[in-house]
């Protein structure tokens, strides 16, 4: 979501992750999968679309957490 993407990005703009995984396996249920993981973003605050509520931090870092079961 840039504000000016004369290049959508390409070339001049990178983002970068970092993924914790775990499995968790459950007799006769199946396996549960915890991952955590941090993803960042090198576009600038200035390039960024505003949206509403949340004004120009959707180019920031995040934190995210996900569970999964597999039966």
């Known amino acids: 979501m840039l504000q000016r993407p ?11 992750g970092v993924n914790l995984t775990r499995d968790f396996t459950i007799e006769a249920m199946g396996t549960l999968t915890a991952t955590l993981s941090y993803v960042q ?4 605050h200035d390039h960024c679309v505003p949206i509403a ?6 180019c920031g ?7 999964g079961f597999r039966f």
Request: hydrophobic share 45%.
């Open 61 to 67: 870092a995040r934190a995210l957490a996900s569970l």
């Open 6 to 16: 004369a290049n959508f990005g390409a070339g001049n703009d990178s983002w970068w």
């Open 53 to 58: 509520g949340r004004g120009q931090d959707i």
């Open 41 to 44: 973003t090198s576009i600038a």
